[in-house]
């Protein structure tokens, strides 16, 4: 018989009689299907005794399409379609064939089913999707066109076009056209303008070749969405097979960015030099009007000696040559003329002095400060009449400026330092410095009168006083020491108390050539 | 002090004052004559009326030519003709190459005494607002200037 020959082949042999009984199970048949032939089984519940499931399913497989049912009816079939499980669990895909056997009438005697474990195939196809699946998410994912070409060869061998054989979803929005328009047709039947361009060229000696080709920025005039435009592309073609792989990428978006850029930053950049020359304008126009104040306030100040000598001498004259022709009273209103006009003249040699410090460009020297503030000291003390303080002058760091104008700060602040101290009996007035990498700070200490802080920031101001009796003074001093230490790049500032002194303070650029010389 | 001016020809003229502020003329004339200094003062009022009387010109044409002032009181700021073009003409002409000239003006500036002292000014003096110091002032520089000082020109008429 043939079942000894049966039982050495690698596929799965089982036979029914026609009533539907199990016959026989080669060696094979029962490995697959995990059991020996079950006599009490029928046809009908063969799927069920076998475990026969729809394959990568849980369904049960339907009896009706069993291959032995079918051979049962006298039908011949072939299904890939169906998984056992085996009672231990393995899952086993297999292809089975059905055949009804008939006998010599043609009646049916048998039905034959043969099954072969398709693992090893269904495994490979799995990886095959599971590939694919990647692949197309892929490129489904990226932002750019990405299409695959097989070449079409021309007669003499040569690339004469390529056809899509595939193309991601960006590719069809940038192409502006559905993907089954696409597939299946060849790029000069979809963009002509290819072959004007000699890009199909290009294309051509990729797959040629294997060179690949990058094009950055290429305009590509042709009709997309049914408007002839011109469009600019980034490009990249590498040979695969028998064809070529395309991405490319619209960079319109990147050039309009890039101009906005451009444009934006030149109307930014003329902008900035717009503010710049307004400011610069401005800045002319101050320092003019500056100036012009400067010398305004000079030439009033230089007109009105005249008038105001004139009216000093009248008084004067009157005082000494008519004096008896004058009362008491009236001599006495007299002299009050003549000391508010010299009064006003005080005013108006500050207001000139104080003008006159802008008008000249100032020295920028080293200044031996310690020499300089005791001759200012000695100098004061000439020309001083009433009670004189102690005055305690230190060894004072240099500084770089115009040793006459620096003359004239020391003057008026320690002056002011005599004048506002004079009250006391224990009068005493120091002077200090200190030393930064970039300037030297100098300290102008009392203990007189001192002044309420909450004025501090008037103190420098021109015709400001803090002091409206009892001390002489026009309130145009210290608005020239701001003025100077300003002119020679420093600064000035006050500290002080009601009753308990003052500290003027100044800072100058440092001599830092002294640094050597000193210890 | 409409009428500062002498009116006696006799006398020959001591002082010429150039001085276009009126009071400022005034109270240096009250403070030159007071101490004596000059008996004749002849004030005009800017550099160009300065310039015709020593030259003898315009309204004074028919001044003795030879009266040359002993000394010539000198302002800077003065219309039409300045007291530094005045000084500049004055030394440009042997006959007044050595005249006696003393700015006296309300500018203490370096710049205006330096050009002052290059344009061949004798003295230089910044008027004070002070009544009293600006008399000392005028009263010294007459005295040096009258008394004291003998100039090349005054020594061959004793």
Redesign the interface.
């Known amino acids: 018989m043939l079942f000894p020959l049966l039982e050495g082949i690698p596929v799965g042999i089982f036979i029914v009689r026609s009533g539907g009984q199990p016959y026989y199970a080669n060696r094979e048949a029962v490995r697959l299907l995990g059991r020996g032939v079950l006599p009490s089984a029928t046809a009908a519940d063969l799927a069920d005794a076998y475990d026969v499931r729809i394959r990568g399913t849980e369904e049960p497989y339907p009896t009706n399409r069993l291959a032995i049912v079918e051979a049962l009816a006298g039908r011949a079939t072939d299904h890939d379609d169906a998984e056992i499980r085996q009672p231990d669990g393995t899952v086993v895909p297999i292809q089975i064939w059905g055949t009804p056997v008939t006998g010599p009438k043609g009646a049916l005697e048998y039905a034959i089913t043969a099954f072969a474990d398709v693992s090893d195939r269904v495994h490979a196809q799995e990886g095959l999707r599971a590939s694919e699946e990647r692949f197309r998410t892929s490129v489904e994912v990226l932002p750019d066109g990405f299409a695959v070409f097989s070449a079409i060869h021309d007669s003499a061998g040569g690339v004469a076009d390529f056809r899509y054989e595939y193309i991601n979803e960006a590719g069809c929005r940038l192409d502006q056209r559905a993907r089954e328009e696409t597939v299946g047709h060849t790029l000069v039947e979809l963009f002509p303008g290819l072959v004007a361009s000699g890009l199909l060229a290009e294309y051509a000696r990729v797959a040629e070749t294997g060179e690949p080709l990058a094009r950055e920025d290429t305009d590509y005039e042709d009709v997309y969405g049914g408007r002839r435009v011109t469009r600019a592309f980034d490009i990249r073609i590498v040979k695969l097979g028998d064809g070529i792989v395309a991405t490319w990428r619209d960079v319109a978006e990147r050039r309009r960015a890039e101009e906005t850029m451009a444009s934006q930053a030149a109307a930014l950049r003329r902008s900035t030099a717009d503010l710049e020359d307004r400011v610069r304008q401005r800045t002319t126009d101050l320092l003019r009007s500056n100036a012009e104040l400067e010398g305004f306030s000079y030439s009033v100040a230089?007109d009105l000696?005249?008038?105001?000598?004139?009216i000093?001498?009248?008084?004067?004259?009157l005082l000494n040559d008519h004096a008896g022709q004058l009362d008491e009273d009236g001599q006495a209103l007299l002299g009050h003329v003549?000391r508010y006009a010299?009064r006003m003249?005080h005013l108006?040699?500050g207001l000139l002095a104080l003008a006159?410090v802008s008008q000249k460009e100032p020295g920028r020297v080293p200044i031996d400060m310690t020499a300089l503030v005791e001759s200012v000291v000695a100098g004061l003390r000439d020309g001083h009449s009433g009670r004189w303080p102690a005055i305690a002058v230190g060894q004072l760091a240099g500084a770089i400026g115009d040793p006459g104008l620096i003359r004239k700060v020391w003057e008026q602040l320690i002056g002011n330092a005599v004048k506002f101290s004079a009250n006391r009996a224990d009068a005493a007035v120091s002077v200090e410095s200190q030393a930064t990498a970039t300037e030297a700070i100098y300290h102008v200490r009392d203990n007189g009168v001192g002044f309420d802080m909450t004025y501090a920031g008037k103190l420098f101001g021109v015709f400001q006083r803090l002091h409206p009796t009892g001390f002489a003074g026009t309130g145009i001093g210290l608005a020239i020491v701001a003025r100077i230490l300003g002119h020679q790049g420093g600064r000035v500032w006050a500290d002080g108390r009601v009753g308990d002194g003052a500290c003027f303070s100044f800072a100058l650029p440092a001599d830092s050539t002294e640094k050597a010389a000193t210890p | 002090m409409t009428d500062l001016n002498d009116t006696g020809p006799v006398e020959p003229v001591e002082i010429l004052l150039a001085e276009d502020e009126p009071s400022d003329a005034d109270l240096c004339i009250r403070a030159l004559r007071g101490k004596h200094v000059a008996n004749h003062i002849v004030w005009v009022k800017d550099g160009a009326e300065a310039l015709d009387f020593l030259f003898a010109r315009g309204r004074y044409a028919n001044r003795a030519h030879a009266d040359r002032p002993r000394l010539l009181l000198l302002d800077l700021k003065m219309p039409r003709v300045d007291g530094f073009d005045v000084l500049r003409q004055l030394r440009a002409d042997e006959r007044f190459a050595t005249m006696p000239v003393v700015i006296m003006t309300s500018s203490a500036e370096e710049r205006d005494i330096v050009r002052g002292y290059d344009l061949g000014v004798n003295s230089y003096v910044p008027k004070p607002v002070d009544f009293a110091s600006f008399q000392r002032a005028v009263e010294e520089v007459g005295l040096y200037w009258m008394l004291l000082n003998k100039a090349p020109g005054t020594v061959a008429v004793p």
């Open positions: 230089h000696r005249a008038p105001l000598r004139a000093h001498g009248y008084c004067q004259i003549g010299e003249g108006i040699e006159s």
